[in-house]
């Protein structure tokens, strides 16, 4: 069966009203096994791409197999549970992102996700643990890498994407880098990177861009 997207604030997930306290002796006896299908999935009216999913409904328990959503560069693998025993629904889930495009290049990831809430609200309460590898990445105009790794830690703590990347492992050339890198509010991803003694700092921004304009908004890089 086909469904619409969930996130709408005035959705079915909206309409359930229930609480720890009044659960609905329907949903509590649900139990139901369906594909779902989103042709055209977003999130805060953001389009992401199409997604399917087999799922089992137990009760307030929804599981998750065989996630997946198509982008429209890259894909996201996953699998999870949502639970809707209050009045905000909480989400779980493991995901692999494979082939996403960024800065010139490609990112690969795994990880934890969880969140509570619909709409925005799912959005704002997000937070994500896990690892990440990427190719050919240009940083900034006058830094590229053929290879970065590290984990991520992911959320949207004091309203902005905040993202912090640890032993971050980064090669140009014939030079391995090390370092850490964190988002700021105002959109930029700044590195702090080590070789040999010489000490790298690369101001990035999130936003996949043109790395031939990045010296516009903001990005530059410097030794010390």
């Known amino acids: 069966w086909a469904s619409k997207p969930v996130t709408d604030a005035q959705g079915f ?10 659960i609905p002796s329907w949903l509590a006896t649900r139990n ?6 989103i042709h055209s999935f977003s999130i805060a009216g953001v389009p992401l791409g199409s997604l399917r999913s087999h799922l089992a409904w137990q009760g307030t328990s929804v599981q998750f197999a065989g996630f997946e959503l198509t982008l429209p560069e890259g894909s ?5 549970r949502l639970s809707v025993a209050s009045s905000a ?7 692999d992102v494979s082939g996403f495009p960024w800065k010139g290049g490609y990112l690969d990831a795994k990880g934890q ?24 990445l240009s940083l900034a105009p006058q830094d590229s890498f053929e290879k970065v790794s590290g984990g ?14 640890a032993n971050v492992q980064a090669s140009q050339g014939d030079e ?29 921004t999130l936003a996949q861009d043109d790395p031939a304009n990045a010296a516009g908004s903001g990005g530059q890089a410097g030794l010390r």
């Open 13 to 22: 997930l909206a309409r359930l009203g229930v609480t720890h306290r009044n």
């Open 176 to 204: 391995d880098w090390t370092g850490e890198a964190a988002s700021q509010n105002d959109g930029k991803l700044v590195f702090d990177l080590e070789n040999s003694g010489h000490q790298k700092q690369i101001v990035s």
């Open 113 to 136: 996700f969880e969140t509570a809430g619909i709409g925005t609200d799912a959005l704002q309460n997000l937070q994500a643990d896990g690892m990440f590898s990427g190719e050919n």
């Open 152 to 165: 991520f830690h992911f959320s949207f703590k004091d309203g902005w994407a905040n993202l912090r990347l």
């Open 76 to 80: 996201i693998q996953a699998q999870g």
């Open 89 to 95: 629904p909480r989400y779980q889930f493991t995901a």
């Open 32 to 37: 139901l096994r369906g594909d779902l299908v």
